[in-house]
């Protein structure tokens, strides 16, 4: 059981008292997203910019780390996370070792990718915990390059979310679909209303454009240089994972897929553990989602709600189905016994 962001829903996301709070809580482990600095240095944040998580204002690559250091990310959330600052990935590996697993995504980057790979990889191997460590992304290349790089660390594939499907032919509507996606300009942006909600999912922003903006950003990361033409051909090419995953030039040691994933093709668990790839399954976050999410015995869980999440689990842990069946048979095993004359 990852917590996404560390104990997100309670602490403020990707940074130290997040992953503290999990633990608290139970978690095996957590997720965080890291980008690079505009002096090369590796920090845990999930958007391109920080305006809706501190008090500061840009992107993470057009800050160095001095900068970025002086702002807080903390009181956004509550008074009590004031002066919480954003957390490089030197000090996330010094919590590794409190959990099982540690997931860090490599967000897509916008700039400096050779670098960013080759330094992720030094990072993780001197840290002597690719043990306990997953690297995630959505770009394939990214995961390929590192495997390359460091040979041991484990890798995880992320599959674009069921949700991503229906913006294909809402895409069209709102930007220039035949312009490589990073050159596209905010003020390009058209956005009709009834678009609005599914958009800020997830994501914080001033206006609809600011959101929009953070969204092409991701896209672009993933597919650098196309147009969306280009993307929505190969995001449709997702919606048959197993051959999707088949295609790839490199076997990812997981698949993270998102949950609805697992509803649309019960059986992707199974045909991911016939080619020894494990599955770890990101942001079922309900009762209902937990409950069905854990029902196909997926690897992993990666959920905003860890203690409900644990709470769930104990439902499918042998050791507590075990015991459960023992109580049950020990109850009606009294009720059998002849009454005490």
Known sequence: MIAHRGASTVA???????????????????????????DGKLVAQHNYTIDGNSNGSGYVHDLTLDELKALDFGAWKEEKYKGETIATLEECLAKA????????????????????VQEFAAAIEKSCLTDRIIISSFDAAILQELKELA??????????????FLYIPLV?????????????????????????????IGIRGATPEDVGMELLGTIAGMFPGATWDEISEEILKQRELVSYVDSLDFQPDYLHCEFGALLRIPELVDEMHKRGIGVNVWTPNTESELTQAFAFHPDGVITDEPALALEIRKKYDPVEVFIQKLREWLQSRR???????
């Open 12 to 38: 403020p996301e990707d940074t130290i008292a997040a992953f503290l709070e999990a633990k608290r809580l139970g978690a095996d482990g957590y997720e965080t997203d890291i980008q690079i600095t505009k």
């Open 335 to 341: 009720r059998r016994l002849p009454a005490a004359s």
């Open 172 to 200: 069209p509507l709102c930007i220039p679909t035949d312009k490589p996606v990073n050159e596209i300009k905010k003020e390009e942006l058209k956005i009709p209303g009834f678009a609005t909600f599914l958009m800020s």
């Open 97 to 116: 070792g409190d959990f099982q697993v540690i997931n860090l995504e490599i967000k897509a980057p916008q700039k400096m990718r050779d670098v960013y």
């Open 151 to 164: 040979p041991n660390v484990r890798t995880g594939l992320l599959t674009v979310a069921e949700l991503s």
